[in-house]
Structures are given as C-alpha cells and as structure tokens.
C-alpha cells in the first residue's frame, strides 16, 4: 500500500515541476520542448496506471508483488538497459552530425529510456515470459 502512495506522491511531485516549467516558459516553447513535454505527461501516465493498477490489487487481497512479477520488473529492467545502450549510441551519432546543446541531448536520452522502459514492461506484462 505504501509503494502505490509513493507512486502518486512522485507523479504528483512530477507534474507539479513540469508545470511551473511548462507556465514559467511557456512563450519560449520550441517544438521539441513540447515533445518532451508530452513525453514526460505519457511516463506519469504509465506510473498513475500502473499505481492504480497495485491499488487495486491491494483492494482485492493479492498481493502487491509476487514471484512473477518480480521476474517480469527484472526482465523489462535488462531488456530496456539493452535498448538503452543503443539509443545513447545513436544519440551520440546523432550529436556528430547534428548541432543538439548536450542538455537537449541529455533530456532526449533520459526520456528515451523511461518510454523503452514502459514500452518493455507493457510488452512483457502482457505478452508474457517464458519459464527458463
């Protein structure tokens, strides 16, 4: 019960700095700052559904997590490091070839991981895991 209040109080906390920075500048927006924007409203998105998804379980009497669970938060958390590596590395291509300020870049590359991270748990929640 407590791990799905720190859920909400983290997206809170999430939303609350990116909207003091979305109002605080918001007629300097470029379109990649929008971008970041929407992305970062899709990742408390997954976080509020997936807290709404442990409280409800919790309602239920199961249990918050259990051993499959567990295996399936530790394969998304290696296969998204594995997908992050390459991303970081067209990253890098990308900043050679393009002119991006290394905070841009930075931004771009911590986003990324947080979607591929989602994107794995999603797959992996519903498509399943095999017993090795």
Not at 56 to 76: M, Y
Not at 125 to 132: A, E, Q, S, V
């Given at each position: 019960m407590k791990k799905s209040l720190i859920v909400f109080i983290v997206s809170g906390l999430v939303l609350i700095s990116a909207g003091l920075w979305f109002f605080t500048s918001a007629n300097k927006?470029?379109?990649?700052?929008l971008l970041q924007f929407g992305v970062i409203l899709l990742i408390v998105g997954f976080a509020i559904f997936v807290g709404f998804k442990r409280l409800s379980n919790v309602k239920r009497g199961e249990p918050v997590e259990d051993e499959l669970s567990?295996?399936?938060?530790?394969k998304t958390a290696?296969?998204?490091?594995y997908v992050s590596l390459y991303i970081w590395v067209f990253l890098i291509f990308l900043k050679d070839r393009v002119k991006?300020?290394?905070?841009?870049?930075?931004?771009?590359?911590?986003l990324a991981m947080a979607v591929t991270f989602g994107i794995s748990w999603l797959i992996l929640n519903f498509k399943g895991i095999k017993n090795d």
């Amino acid at each position: 019960m407590k791990k799905s209040l720190i859920v909400f109080i983290v997206s809170g906390l999430v939303l609350i700095s990116a909207g003091l920075w979305f109002f605080t500048s918001a007629n300097k927006f470029s379109p990649v700052d929008l971008l970041q924007f929407g992305v970062i409203l899709l990742i408390v998105g997954f976080a509020i559904f997936v807290g709404f998804k442990r409280l409800s379980n919790v309602k239920r009497g199961e249990p918050v997590e259990d051993e499959l669970s567990r295996k399936i938060l530790q394969k998304t958390a290696a296969t998204s490091y594995y997908v992050s590596l390459y991303i970081w590395v067209f990253l890098i291509f990308l900043k050679d070839r393009v002119k991006i300020d290394s905070e841009e870049l930075l931004g771009f590359g911590i986003l990324a991981m947080a979607v591929t991270f989602g994107i794995s748990w999603l797959i992996l929640n519903f498509k399943g895991i095999k017993n090795d």
